[in-house]
């Protein structure tokens, strides 16, 4: 299991990535001679991309996925009271340094273990949670970017309705650990499984059940009574401290963006994205937006279809190098056998209802 060693300002980190290539699913290092794309994870979902790393077309490129803190595999100190999109995009470029320590701003302090990845000038590919932090890149270090492309982004500030279903889903998880030794697994899953329910608009498919298993794993796993407070930290206080960029700081921008987001979003609708969209623009900033019709928050999941084929033309546009095709008969994503192994078979349909529906917790919507 791959692993990058780093200290930061935030302290030490040990952040678990996975790299596939056209030609292995998991590989040690990037191919050197075609793009990379650098995956920047949605809130509580590591294995999201899925549909994305286990497609043809996007494994004809280096395709890189990393555990952010407090998240999947990744291990560590604990976060820092404060910590928010500025330290985390410190430690994302600890993570992707290309030349050792060449961070050109006073307030960076970092020092490198030997096995620090470097990767070269990337395309970043974000969804959700980890779309402030790849945009805050952009924004400090534009030569590192080649392109934006974000999927159901959260770079604006969090609506109140937001933030009221957040506020509920932290409430009903917490209480789930009165003490040390001590937890009520029916809580867990309420809150867990709605805020699954608010990622998937109350359809949880076959395969978003398998991800929400793995991720219910994972966050009793970091989450749990010992680990309320990095809890607190990665959940309410990051997402509710986030601001929405100035226009001086967009403007920054080097790249090309692309937005897409889904119409079926019951929390971010699309005039959320419309309010990016218009921001970036008026920061001078090359923007589209790629709206699907019926597709929730996590629109990449069960409408992979229609996402990866614009991501793999917005690649081609922003860069001259050449793919190199998948000759292989069947390639998977680094995630399969850990979906395969809580169910998931992605040869049966979704025809059948959940039996888990009772366990909703509502996200109110301006829409009405």
């Not at 993570?95 to 060449?102: L, Q, S, T």
């Not at 809890?231 to 100035?246: A, G």
């Not at 229609?306 to 991501?311: A, E, I, R, T, Y």
């Not at 001259?320 to 040869?347: E, H, M, N, Q, Y």
Request: aromatic letters at 12%; a negative charge; hydrophobic letters at 35%.
């Amino acid at each position: 299991m791959p692993f990058v060693h780093v200290k930061t300002g935030n302290g030490n980190i040990k952040f678990h990535y996975n790299i596939s290539t056209p030609q292995l699913d998991v590989a040690n290092q990037i191919d050197p001679a075609i793009p990379v794309l650098l995956w920047f994870h949605s809130l509580a979902f590591p294995h999201v991309f899925h549909s994305q790393f286990s497609d043809p077309l996007l494994r004809q490129f280096n395709l890189v996925a990393f555990d952010l803190r407090s998240h999947g595999e990744t291990e560590g100190d604990d976060l820092p009271e404060g910590y928010g999109i500025r330290e985390a995009e410190e430690d994302a470029l600890a993570f992707m340094v290309h030349e050792g320590p060449c961070i050109n701003e006073p307030r960076y302090s970092l020092r490198f273990l030997q096995d620090a990845l470097r990767l070269p000038p990337c395309h970043f590919v974000a969804m959700d949670y980890g779309s402030p932090i790849a945009l805050q890149i952009a924004i400090s270090h534009p030569e590192r970017v080649l392109s934006l492309f974000f999927i159901s982004q959260t770079c604006l500030a969090e609506p109140p309705e937001v933030r009221e279903g957040h506020q509920q889903v932290y409430d009903c998880w917490t209480a789930a650990f009165p003490g040390p030794n001590q937890y009520d697994e029916d809580r867990m899953m309420e809150g867990g499984y709605g805020f699954a329910q608010f990622m998937f608009s109350n359809n949880m498919t076959k395969m978003a059940d398998a991800l929400f298993k793995i991720s219910f794993g994972m966050c009793q796993k970091h989450w749990g009574y010992q680990g309320l407070k990095n809890y607190r930290i990665s959940t309410l206080d990051f997402l509710f401290n986030r601001k929405s960029q100035p226009r001086t700081a967009l403007a920054r921008i080097r790249c090309p963006v692309k937005l897409v987001c889904g119409t079926d979003d019951v929390a971010y609708p699309q005039e959320y994205n419309e309010e990016f969209l218009q921001q970036l623009e008026d920061a001078g900033v090359d923007v589209s937006l790629l709206v699907v019709p019926g597709a929730p928050h996590f629109v990449s999941v069960e409408y992979a279809d229609q996402v990866n084929p614009v991501l793999y033309e917005f690649v081609m546009q922003n860069d001259s190098r050449k793919p190199k095709p998948v000759s292989r008969t069947r390639i998977s994503s680094p995630w399969d056998g850990a979906l395969r192994s809580v169910g998931f078979d992605d040869t049966a349909n979704d025809d059948d209802e959940s039996d888990e529906d009772d366990f909703v917790v509502s996200y109110p919507s301006k829409r009405s």
